[in-house]
């Protein structure tokens, strides 16, 4: 293939664009691919499980499923806030494991290109800078934190 294939190959795969659902976790705005969300649900009853990591709420069980509910406020480091009307859990799934996700609120879904993201590795060279961050983008004049599902769903302390 010649060079300038090559580069035309390249913008074209910049120039498709993914579905993310954006979602707030207090005043700031995340994302996570399409792809990795299975459905959004209202807040279900939490059965307490003892001695999981205070990130994990416990477990509901969702048609005949048990799935593990992640605080994902806790999950990165915030503080947990009591949940409202607009709380909702994110069903997502990372290669073989289902987890629940709560969040405060969904905002929407929207089409982001690979050429708006922004990595965060540019922004630190210590990789542990947010492990569950991969990049940065704009949305609508907002900026949007893309979040890894997979680190979220496979950290040593999940285990």
């Known amino acids: 293939m010649n060079e ?10 910049n ?11 207090e005043d700031q705005l995340f994302g996570l691919q399409g792809e990795q969300i299975i459905e959004i649900l209202n807040m279900q009853h ?3 499980i003892p001695n999981l990591p205070h990130f994990i709420n416990g477990i509901v069980n969702i048609r005949g ?3 593990p509910l992640i605080d994902l406020k806790m999950r990165i480091g915030k503080t947990q806030k009591e949940y409202d009307e607009l709380t909702c859990i994110i069903l997502i799934q ?3 494991i289902i ?9 929407d879904v929207t089409d982001i290109s690979a050429k708006d993201m922004f990595p965060i590795s540019s922004l630190a060279s210590d990789e542990s800078f947010n492990r569950f961050i991969s990049s940065i983008c704009k949305v609508n004049d907002q900026m949007v934190l893309i979040m890894d599902a997979k680190n979220i769903l496979r950290d040593d302390s999940m285990i």
């Open 4 to 13: 300038t294939a090559t580069v035309e190959n390249k913008e074209k795969t």
């Open 15 to 25: 120039n498709i664009a993914e579905k993310y659902l954006i979602f707030y976790l």
């Open 46 to 48: 939490i059965t307490y």
């Open 65 to 67: 499923k048990i799935v």
């Open 94 to 96: 990372s290669e073989d």
């Open 99 to 107: 987890a629940g996700l709560i969040v405060d609120s969904v905002k």
